[in-house]
């Protein structure tokens, strides 16, 4: 249909790699949604104090940066299937440790060393694999399209993953089963969805793995980075610095403080971030069509800048309706700097260095998010620190916009260069 959409011609432009990244995405993020509203309760209800809460989200974070950089570094070498594989099998065995030990020690090392998301959001190896596979799929004028219906799908999932593990959660203890039993029935079905992940990513062709030289750049034993090595360490750092401020308000804590704030219940908790995790998809979606006007780096920081004001406001709120109304207005343009950040960091690296670099800055991201709940569980121990999570963040990620803005904004992708020398060499002369 030649009236279609621009950004539906990208999807159905997929190959079937592309499709069964997709549904690796839907499932991954389907489960971190499922077990990110009752993760925070259920380690309450074991009976850990939030210092020791703040102490294990940190140390699951920082596993999982240590190991992610691990492999994704190498995955180009060693193979993006397998390496998505042995990625799967981490979050299988950290849903099974989680669910069947309430012991801390047991819980540090399924934290440490497997793959188990307290944010709803993208942890492990997979996102920086499937983006560099992607990105070699997709031609270069639909690869913000492409990444934005891939936030959306995952968007989607997660805020479906949140609604049916607070409904889960809630109707399990409304049929007699304890809180603690019904978290663990969560923590069950998130392990299970890691068996799922292996079985989708076998059915992946050699098309997605990389067109690897047998003779590499050596500073590419440093990170697999060569060329792009001082744009994408940039990058990380200033990636690292969004995350940690997003990190203080992950879906986790967040569900935590409308538990005691407001005294809200799992299942409105869970409708709650449906709705958030959906806006969010949304606005990602739109974020393809704006940068196509006004290019990646702009679309980042004008669209993320008043998402964060909005963030400084929710604690302001008085009552339950006011601070659901704005966190879901903060989501509704929060998300519009991912896919243009993700399209913007494969386009300004080599082609062969696509995996690392994802790999490098969403490691960066781990990192920074990592040092982030301890933070959280300092100021959530203490009823005068309550909300300060969310004006520590807010406040940390607009100085983030403003330095990305300062530091990228002459740095421009190849099809946005193209696109200014078309226009240039259409003026009279």
Known sequence: MSGALPEVHALRALTPDGRVLFGTRIARLFAYGFVSVVLVLYLVEIGLSEVQIGTLLTLTLLGDTAISLWLTTRADRAGRRRTLIAGAGLMLMAGILFALSGHFVLLIVAATFGVISPSGNEIGPFLPIEQAALAQTAPAARRTAVFAWYNLAGSVATATGALFGGMLAQGLQGAGM????????????????????????????????????????????????????????????????????????????????????????????????????????????????????????????????????????????????????????????????????????????????????????????????????????????????????????????????????????????PEEKARVRDVHGSLPK
Not at 196 to 210: I, K, P, Q
Not at 395 to 404: E, T, V
């Open 178 to 413: 304890i809180p603690l039993d019904s978290y663990r029935v969560v923590l069950a079905g998130y392990a299970a969805i890691g068996v799922l992940l292996a079985f989708l990513f076998v059915r992946l062709s050699d098309a997605v793995e990389a067109d690897v030289s047998p003779t590499p750049h050596p500073s590419t034993r440093r990170l697999g980075l060569h060329h792009s090595r001082r744009v994408v360490l940039k990058l990380s750092g200033l990636f690292a610095l969004d995350a940690f401020a997003g990190g203080l308000v992950i879906s986790s804590i967040v569900a935590y403080w409308f538990t005691v704030r407001f005294g809200v219940g799992e299942a409105t908790l869970g409708a709650i971030f449906f709705g958030a995790n959906i806006l969010a998809g949304i606005s990602a979606l739109l974020a393809a069509r704006i940068a196509a006007r006004i290019g990646l780096i702009n679309t980042m920081v004008v669209t993320h800048l008043p998402s964060n004001v909005l963030l400084c406001l929710v604690p302001l709120m008085p009552n339950l309706p006011l601070a659901i109304g704005v966190l879901l207005l903060r989501f509704s343009i929060s998300q519009m700097d991912v896919p243009t950040r993700q399209s913007y960091t494969m386009a300004v690296v080599a082609p062969d260095e696509r995996s690392a670099a994802s790999g490098v800055t969403s490691i960066a991201r781990s990192v920074g998010a990592s040092l982030s709940p301890t933070v959280s569980g300092l100021f959530l121990a203490s009823p005068v620190l309550l909300s300060a999570p969310f004006l520590v963040a807010g406040g940390l990620k607009i100085i983030y916009d403003l330095l990305l803005y300062h530091s990228f904004r002459t740095l421009k992708p």
